[in-house]
């Protein structure tokens, strides 16, 4: 890890450089002043993803889901509680495919839920179908 990284506020989408050292403390927006992190996954829309993918340096872990799916909102909270464990090192975040179809179509998701890790700008690897909090923590451990 660098000396530095950039963190993506998770409520107005500024950039902040973070010293790699005080990452654990989370640290406010140089923006709007709020948390940069709060143990919860950022909502992800059209004109956030990619400020979220594109400029940050943590590794970004999205649920693409819709409120239609009952296993989606079976893994909500365990989806809750993978953010809670693995902030800050990891940011996790949801994608309404309802309401955000661009997206659901620009990343050709056909199934949901659709979990898909991002790194650098780009996306490193996908898995369809709901998992428990377990098995998601390892699944992010074992990508990022
Ligand atoms: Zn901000």
């Given at each position: 890890m660098s000396e530095s990284l950039i963190v993506v506020c998770p409520h107005c989408a500024a950039p902040n450089r973070l010293p790699a050292v005080r990452l654990a403390e989370g640290g406010t927006c140089g923006?709007?002043?709020?948390?940069?992190?709060?143990g919860h996954p950022v909502e992800l829309n059209g004109g956030n993803f990619d400020a979220h993918v594109g400029r940050s340096d943590l590794p970004l872990v999205v649920d693409f889901w819709a409120p239609w799916c009952g296993p989606c909102r079976a893994m909500a909270p365990a989806f809750e509680k993978a953010a809670r464990t693995l902030e800050p090192r990891v940011r996790l975040a949801k994608v309404n495919t309802e309401n955000e179809q661009q997206l659901a179509a620009r990343f050709a998701i056909?199934?949901?839920?659709t979990l898909a890790i991002f790194q650098g700008g780009r996306e490193i690897v996908r898995q369809s179908g709901a998992m428990d909090e377990g098995s998601l923590i390892r699944w992010i451990q074992a990508n990022t």
């Open positions: 923006k709007c002043k709020k948390a940069l992190f709060q056909r199934s949901i839920p």
